[in-house]
């Protein structure tokens, strides 16, 4: 009698893991809301090229043959949606994205890894605090608090600067057609011609500062103005921007 010895096979493996993606909550009438995304891509062209889109229902709640002419008119905009938060038990048709179980905000703690193309040279570690200290046991250790990266080298157009953990300093120049986005405020020493958004994980207490204001477009938690609807008075001029009862100021800085 003979015996087969057993194939090995390799074992596969299964790992969760945790993302940060863009959120879009659609509003009634949304023939508006299209127009305004329109206005915001259109000031902002490739602002959502690559990134993950989760289209939030709970506000619009469509019936599931209007969701599907949404995400198509999405799609044409270059808006590719990942998934979708629909609370409730609304069955979806298997080409539509899947209902997004359990989504959680995402704070400035959350890790997010940006995608290092065409980004440019930044400068010092991020430094921990709050580490344990000798004694302590781990659930006495304190969070870690939001890091700054400072970026020493002018920002060219095309380029891209994306962090999730807290404040961006650039020492030079933010060119057109470039763009900031950071969990905490933004500090530009130079001319801001580029888009700047802060905040952008809901800290509305976040800021935007800049030398010299020739900026594409500025948003705080979500919160945007263009340079078209900005006061002219505020070109080329020293500014910050901030919110103010859910009303985006910008505003002379000395």
């Not at 000031?43 to 043959?65: D, I, Q």
């Not at 080298?153 to 933010?174: E, K, N, W």
């Not at 078209?228 to 070109?235: A, D, G, I, N, Q």
């Amino acid at each position: 009698m003979t015996f087969a010895a057993p194939v090995e096979t390799k074992s596969i493996r299964f790992r969760a893991r945790s993302f940060v993606a863009f959120t879009l909550t659609p509003e009634a009438p949304l023939s508006e809301w299209l127009e305004s995304l329109d206005r915001w891509i259109g000031n902002s062209p490739g602002y959502f090229a690559g990134r993950p889109v989760v289209l939030n229902l709970n506000t619009l709640k469509p019936e599931v043959g209007e969701i599907e002419a949404l995400v198509a008119e999405l799609g044409l905009r270059g808006i590719r949606i990942y998934a979708i938060e629909l609370d409730g038990s609304t069955a979806l048709e298997a080409n539509l994205p899947p209902v997004l179980i359990g989504a959680k905000e995402a704070t400035a703690g959350l890790l997010m890894q940006a995608d290092a193309k065409g980004r440019p040279e930044a400068t010092g570690k991020p430094e921990e605090a709050g580490r344990a200290e000798q004694g302590k046991q781990p659930e006495d250790r304190q969070p870690d608090a939001p890091a700054t990266l400072m970026v020493k080298t002018p920002i060219r157009s095309g380029q891209s600067v994306f962090h999730a953990h807290g404040d961006v300093i650039v020492l030079g120049s933010v060119a057109s057609g470039s763009e900031i986005v950071a969990a905490g405020s933004i500090h530009v020493y130079g001319t801001l011609r580029g888009r700047a958004s802060a905040g952008v994980l809901g800290h509305s207490a976040a800021r935007i500062f800049c030398r010299k204001n020739e900026a594409e477009l500025l948003s705080v938690d979500g919160w945007y103005c263009t340079a078209e609807e900005m006061e002219p008075s505020l070109r080329g001029k020293a500014v910050q921007a901030f919110l103010e009862k859910d009303t985006l100021r910008i505003a002379p800085f000395s």
